[in-house]
C-alpha cells in the first residue's frame, strides 16, 4: 500500500462553487502534511502546512483527520486558476499522486 | 521567482553520454533533495543530503550520483542513463532544524535520454 494515496480525478468544479478531496495515510508515525499545488509542467508549490488539525488561508482550508487517517483540502469560491494538480505530501518526504482539479467557466 | 535555481531547464543525452544537473538554494536551508517526477505520477524521493551529508539514498541506481559541494549546492551526476530515466528531475530544500516535509522546489531539469 502506498504511504499517501490520493483520487487523481480530475474533479471538475464550476467557477464559484467549493470542491473538496480527500488524502489518506498508511503510516501513522506520519506527523505533519503538506499540500502543495503543481501547474502543468511545473514544479510543485508549496499551499498549506498542516501540524495539528487543521489550517486555513484564505479560500483554502485543510483539515487533519488523524483516527480515519485522512487529510482534507477544501477550496471555496472557485477561480478558474485555481485549476490545478494539488498534491498531498507528509513529513516522510511520501507525496500522493495528487488531485486534478479543473475549474470550469 | 524561485530561490531555488536549477540547470539545465532542458537536457536531452545519449545513453553513453555524461552529464550533470545543477542545483542552488538561496534560502540558508541545511536540507536538499533530488526527486524524479514521470508525467502523470508523484515526485520520487531519490536523495537526501542533511547538513551536506548524505542521510537517504531510496536505492536508486549507480548511473545516478549525487554531490553536495556545500550547503546550498547540489548535483546529479548521470551517466550511462537509459531511455526510462526520462523524466522531470526536481531539486528542492528545507530548513533541517524544522523536519522534513516543507519543500521548496525549483522549476526542474526536464531531462530526455534517446
Known amino acids: 500500500r502506498k504511504e499517501v494515496e490520493q483520487d487523481p480525478g480530475p474533479f471538475n468544479v464550476p467557477e464559484g462553487a467549493t470542491v473538496a478531496f480527500n488524502c489518506t495515510y498508511s503510516n501513522s508515525a506520519s506527523q505533519s502534511f503538506f499540500w502543495y499545488r503543481q501547474d502543468c509542467r511545473k514544479e510543485p508549490k508549496l499551499l498549506m502546512s498542516v501540524y495539528s488539525s487543521g489550517n486555513e488561508d484564505g479560500r483554502f482550508t485543510a483539515q487533519l483527520n488523524r483516527a480515519s487517517q485522512y487529510i482534507s483540502l477544501l477550496i471555496r469560491d472557485s477561480k478558474l486558476s485555481d485549476s490545478a494538480t494539488y498534491l498531498c505530501g507528509n513529513n516522510r518526504l511520501a507525496f500522493g499522486k495528487g488531485n486534478q482539479v479543473v475549474v470550469i467557466p | 521567482d524561485t530561490e531555488v535555481t536549477q540547470t539545465p531547464k532542458h537536457l536531452v543525452m545519449g545513453m553513453t553520454n555524461k552529464k550533470s544537473l545543477k542545483c542552488e538554494q538561496h534560502?540558508?536551508?541545511?536540507?536538499m533533495y533530488w526527486y524524479k517526477q514521470k508525467a502523470k505520477k508523484p515526485p520520487e524521493l531519490m536523495f537526501v543530503?542533511?547538513?551536506?551529508?548524505?542521510?537517504i539514498n531510496e536505492s536508486v541506481p549507480s548511473r545516478f550520483s549525487p554531490e553536495c559541494p556545500n550547503s546550498s549546492l547540489l548535483n546529479l551526476h548521470l551517466h550511462a542513463l537509459q531511455p526510462e530515466d526520462s523524466a522531470l528531475y526536481l531539486c528542492?530544500?528545507?530548513?533541517?532544524?524544522?523536519?522534513?516535509?516543507?519543500?521548496?522546489f525549483g522549476e526542474g531539469s526536464r531531462l530526455t535520454v534517446l
Open positions: 543530503y542533511s547538513y551536506e551529508k548524505l542521510s
Open positions: 534560502m540558508g536551508h541545511r536540507a
Open positions: 528542492a530544500s528545507s530548513q533541517a532544524d524544522r523536519g522534513p516535509g516543507e519543500l521548496f
